[in-house]
């Protein structure tokens, strides 16, 4: 990101939300075009990200560029999923026999243990209820 600090920032936005634009043309970048591919930072929604990364377009970010999406960016920013996806790493890490899937005497992970109880209501509710009963605090 080098070469983005010694020169303007060209970036896109698929909106047009004032605060982002505001910010940057505060910030002295210069606004690109929707047919440039020399930007550095996209503002998308996820519809635009999805289709900028479809499996026909073949598209990679390079080194300079950056955006606010990635595809099933989800998989991160849902609670559920992210315990999901942490739980199959610890999987994956158990079959290597990893040191980081160490555990102490009371059978709890010494790393990785910051998974915290998930539901997904209202699915979950009737167990939630009862985790609530059992640890109100």
């Known amino acids: 990101f080098e070469a983005i600090m010694t020169s303007k920032v060209k970036w896109l936005a698929d909106n047009e939300k004032s605060v982002l634009v505001n910010n940057f043309e505060k910030r002295g970048w210069i606004r690109g075009t929707s047919e440039e591919e ?33 595809p099933n960016h989800y998989e991160l920013t849902r609670k559920d999923l992210l315990v999901k996806n942490i ?17 102490d005497e009371n059978c709890r992970y010494m790393h990785l243990d910051f998974i915290p109880v998930t539901y997904i209501l209202p699915a979950d509710y009737n167990i939630f209820v009862e985790e609530f009963r059992k640890n109100p605090t």
């Open 87 to 103: 739980k199959r790493y610890r999987k994956e890490l158990e079959k290597e026999n990893s040191p980081l899937t160490e555990k």
């Open 38 to 70: 020399d930007w550095n930072f996209f503002w998308t929604s996820v519809q635009t990200t999805r289709c900028i990364f479809n499996l026909d377009s073949g598209y990679r970010l390079s080194d300079d560029q950056l955006i606010n999406h990635f």
